[in-house]
């Protein structure tokens, strides 16, 4: 019988297209104990049943994730958030109502079902419900709650393509559902939906501005200490302050790097493209959106490319401007020019 668990299997990796056979094999999968990596709106996810304790540890291994590191899990629908926490407050449910699905994870007071591989030995929980046909497709078809940590080794950026993924975990997983390019690009917001007002965890691609809105009230945010980041580029990241001169700033420490005989590349807006002259430039978009849709892919890129040092464009803490600037922080180890 195929298993992939044992450290030393090798498997062949194939990425299926996304057909109604194709995802009750994947489900057949989940169910047998293994694992399966399938498209979600944020970012790829790393499949294995949440109340299977053993599959869950098959996670650990695959990503080499420290095993103090919680897990999200995802159900297919709203009632189903109730078969995995013990309550659920009434901001909670204002969050669930306006936001689920979509690239939103609120922290609860978890149920006896979720085993403690799942939540690193704590007394909550984190859920979701993705807003992806497939991934809510594999999950009802599983019959159980999914944990879906991004489907890459932790030393690799985020996927955002079934290609990614292959980068990553090919050989050690046997089934990669292909949904195309992530929508979103980054990861789920966070709240820990237990305190009043709720604390965001962590910015994502639901905006702080889209949940004050919801609940009528202001919300903490508890930035992520950069220094514990988890996947780190090859390339050196910098991350430029926002200001007018921005660019500027750049173009100084781009030109600094080159001088000391090394390579790097800048990542803007499209529209700030002629600001950096003939310099090497990734553009990444139009907008704030379209920043987080593509910044994990093009460091990728700029990884594949041998680039010694990365240059990211600042941005506007508003909108998913405050998740880029979480993330950003975070991939430079808070080094901002």
Known sequence: MFAQHAKDDIVETEILKPTDMNIMRCASRLKAGELVAFPTETVYALGAIATDAQAVKKIYDVKKRPTDKALIVAVAKKSDIKKVVRSIPPKAQILIDKFMPGALTLVLNRADVIPD????????VAVRIPDNPVAIKLIELAGAPVVVPSANTA????????????????????YILDGGASKIGIESTIIDARNDP?????????????????????VKLVREDARLSGYMPNAEVLFSAYFDGMT??????????????????IICLDGNRKGYGERNVFTVGKDYAEYAHNLFALLRKADGEHYDAVIAEGVNPDGLGEALIARLIKLSGGLII
Do not use: F, M, W
């Open 117 to 124: 591989e799942v939540t690193a030995g704590s007394s909550s």
């Open 155 to 174: 030393d690799k950026a985020s996927p955002t393509l079934a290609a990614h993924v292959k980068d990553d975990l090919d050989g050690k997983i046997q």
């Open 198 to 218: 709720p604390t965001v965890l962590r910015a994502g691609g639901v905006t702080i501005e889209q949940i004050k809105k919801a609940i009528g009230e202001d």
């Open 248 to 265: 500027g700033n750049i173009c100084t420490r781009y030109d600094s790097i080159v001088s000391q005989g090394k390579t790097a590349v």
